[in-house]
Structure formats: C-alpha cells, structure tokens
C-alpha cells in the first residue's frame, strides 16, 4: 500500500515471488473504467468512487490461499475495507517515501493513467497505518531488493509467531 509510484507492483511481485505465493492482484487493473477515466482526467477519486474497487481487492484476497496485492489503501477506513472484504486478516506493507522521491518517480513513469497532478492528492488523504493496524512501514528510498526482504521477512516472521 501507498501513494501512487511508491513502488506497490514492482514490490508486490518480488515478494509474491519470493514467498512462492502465486496470486498477485495488481489493484488498478481492478478499477471500473469510470475511476480510470477520472484520474486520466486528473480527478481524484472520492470515497464513493473507492468503496467498489476495494471491495474488489478485498475479495481477490479472500479464500485459504495466500495472495499479496498491490493498492493504494491510503486511509484507515479503506484497509478495513479490505479486511471486511477478504473475511481473513490482512496485512499491510506501507511503501512511504519523501515526497520529492515520489515526484521523481512519477515524472518518470510513462504510460500509466495516473497523472503527476493527482501526487499531492493522494499525499493529502493518506492515512498511514497506525500502531493498532496490522502493517508494516518500509522506505522506498532503499533498493526494491531489501524492500521486497524486509517485507518477506516480517511476513515470514508473523506466518509462524
């Protein structure tokens, strides 16, 4: 979970296939075309806009099998979302990183739909988690290799704690 260009697909599928898991939801082929359309456009998505599309993840997270997806998830209300949806517990790899970071990385992006003007939106509603969430914070300063590490590790760790 984060921001847009924080890294949630490249890090999502290093660690899917790092831990063997082989459901790996990429959370914007999710998104109806009406949400697709706004954020081309360089609207943000409200809430009502979001509710559908997180239920979508949550549901692609349900079931026995593990499955690592890539979301934004920027508030506490959406993570919960997904919880509720998935009907199992959820845990979350926070990719946070310095704005100017971020900036980079999405000026650099090419052929994605989210434009470089919705940053500072989603900059804006991020909630991140909070010591009673069940997730963990890594910096997308580091290289995506320790990233996808760390995370498996903690993952790793909570699967047999």
Known sequence: MGVTSCGKTTVGEGLAQKLGIKAFVEGDRLHPEANIAKMSAGIALTDE??????????????GTEGA???????KRSYRECIV????????FVFLDGARGLLQE??????GHFMPPSLLDSQLRTLEPPVAD?????LDVADDVPHLISQAATWLEEKSHG
């Open 68 to 74: 690592i997806a890539s979301c934004s998830a920027l």
């Open 49 to 62: 806009d979001r509710w559908p599309w997180l239920k979508r993840i949550g549901a692609e997270l349900a």
């Open 105 to 110: 990385r999405i000026d650099a992006r090419k």
């Open 133 to 137: 969430e069940d997730a963990l914070r």
């Open 84 to 91: 509720r949806a998935a009907g199992r517990p959820v845990a």
